[in-house]
């Protein structure tokens, strides 16, 4: 990511983190609109797994110049969520909704220049963490 794509999430997610249980209500709502088939693998409460999300995001966001460093730390998140019945193609479907959920909070303050970003950002995420699903020794392991 270039040092502007991440001062472009960095800023935006200053406006979403005080709105943090709103967003992440949107993003679950759309998650299980795009496919009813996840809602499952929820077992908890979304209100708290909606507040795990926007840690782990903010944590993510605030180091996302030095990815390298919490490299090991995203990819176990990853290995961790084999276990809960994450499958390759959930990212996918996970990304459209995180996306959706942000342009809706963001307003006008969505952009192409925030889009590419945010996707930027996401896929960066999502590669990691599927680096790190690979190593699980769990049958559904990503191939």
């Known amino acids: ?77 990853g290995k961790r969520h084999v276990g809960y019945g994450t499958k390759p193609e959930h990212y996918r479907t996970v990304g459209q909704a995180l996306l959706w959920a942000l342009e809706n909070a963001l307003g006008d303050r969505w952009n192409p220049e925030t889009k590419q970003a945010w996707t930027e950002a996401y896929t960066m995420m999502a590669t990691t963490m599927m680096a790190g699903a690979q190593t699980s020794p769990l049958p559904e392991q990503v191939v």
Do not use: H
């Open 1 to 77: 990511m270039t040092d502007l794509n991440i001062l472009t999430v960095k800023n935006s997610w200053s406006y979403i983190i005080f709105q943090a249980e709103e967003v992440s209500q949107l993003f679950y709502d759309k998650l299980f609109e795009l496919d009813p088939t996840l809602r499952p693998l929820f077992k908890g409460d979304i209100t708290e797994q909606g507040s795990k999300l926007m840690s782990m995001l903010t944590m993510i966001i605030s180091r996302l110049q030095r990815m390298q460093d919490i490299e090991t730390e995203v990819q176990s998140l």
